[in-house]
């Protein structure tokens, strides 16, 4: 006896879109996940500890690292440039809060050098010192 295979001809035959749509949804939150993570520097600070609260305004972020790097907000920018960006920067925004993250390895003189810059050179009113949270 001959077999033969037999097809229905009501049979579906398409593209299986779960699998696509899982992968899509694993990139959105990863995404999702890293997106805060890309607004910081790429020079390392390692902050002091203090209890601090979260601001909800626009601000100006100053780092400096331990090497002597200093960046406003994302942009690394050389020392000679930090003047002119910043007073550019208030410009904008004149009651921007200008908060200073420096290492907590640097010497408090030179963190002093940047406190002159934003004051006096720069003019901002308003300046804040970066702490990392404690855990309680």
Excluded: C, H
């Excluded at 001809?9 to 990139?27: C, F, K, R, T, Y």
């Excluded at 010497?107 to 003019?123: M, N, R």
């Excluded at 010192?129 to 855990?135: G, N, Y």
């Amino acid at each position: 006896m001959r077999m033969t295979k037999q097809v229905e001809e009501n049979s579906i035959a398409g593209i299986n879109m779960a699998p696509i749509i899982n992968v899509a949804l694993v990139l959105v939150i990863v995404l999702i996940i890293t997106a805060p993570i890309l607004n910081i520097p790429s020079i390392p600070v390692n902050l002091p500890r203090a209890v601090t609260i979260e601001a909800k305004e626009q601000n100006i972020t100053i780092s400096y690292s331990k090497d002597g790097k200093v960046a406003i907000d994302t942009q690394v920018i050389s020392w000679k440039d930090l003047v002119p960006k910043l007073k550019y920067r208030l410009k904008e925004n004149s009651k921007a809060l200008v908060i200073i993250r420096a290492d907590k390895d640097v010497p408090y003189g030179e963190v002093e050098k940047i406190f002159d810059i934003v004051i006096k050179k720069a003019g901002a009113k308003r300046i804040a010192v970066a702490t990392e949270q404690r855990r309680e």
